[in-house]
């Protein structure tokens, strides 16, 4: 059987190394992102529990956390991810030694 491929196509296991060549989004826009990240992280270093109200809310809100700390530089975002990753641990740690999931 023969298939057809577009040349626009690219092979799904074939290594692609090219970077799409993307306008950097406006600074306000990163502005918003890095406050509402900000935000987070003074929410998440003020708490001694979670502070959603449930484990599917407060996986929700990390995921959120880590998916758009990408619009900020790498170095800050790195930075950021790692300050809320240090803070979820310690939140998590309570509910871990009491045999929670």
């Not at 306000?28 to 003020?46: M, N, P, Y």
């Not at 599917?56 to 619009?71: D, K, V, Y």
């Given at each position: 059987?023969?298939t057809?491929?577009?040349?626009?196509?690219?092979?799904?296991f074939?290594k692609?190394?090219?970077?799409?060549?993307?306008?950097p989004?406006?600074?306000?826009?990163?502005?918003?992102?890095?406050?509402?990240?900000?935000?987070?992280l003074?929410?998440?270093r003020?708490?001694?529990?979670?502070?959603w109200r449930d484990?599917?809310?407060?996986?929700?809100?990390?995921?959120?956390f880590?998916?758009i700390?990408g619009?900020l530089?790498?170095?800050e975002a790195?930075?950021?991810r790692?300050?809320f990753?240090?803070?979820?641990?310690r939140?998590?740690?309570?509910?871990?030694?009491?045999?929670?999931?």
């Amino acid at each position: 059987m023969r298939t057809a491929r577009s040349s626009r196509q690219l092979d799904l296991f074939e290594k692609d190394d090219r970077r799409f060549d993307m306008e950097p989004p406006p600074s306000d826009f990163v502005q918003r992102i890095r406050e509402e990240l900000l935000a987070t992280l003074a929410k998440v270093r003020g708490a001694d529990a979670l502070p959603w109200r449930d484990l599917t809310q407060a996986t929700l809100a990390e995921m959120r956390f880590h998916s758009i700390a990408g619009w900020l530089p790498e170095e800050e975002a790195k930075s950021l991810r790692a300050q809320f990753q240090s803070e979820i641990d310690r939140l998590y740690a309570p509910r871990e030694s009491a045999g929670e999931p």
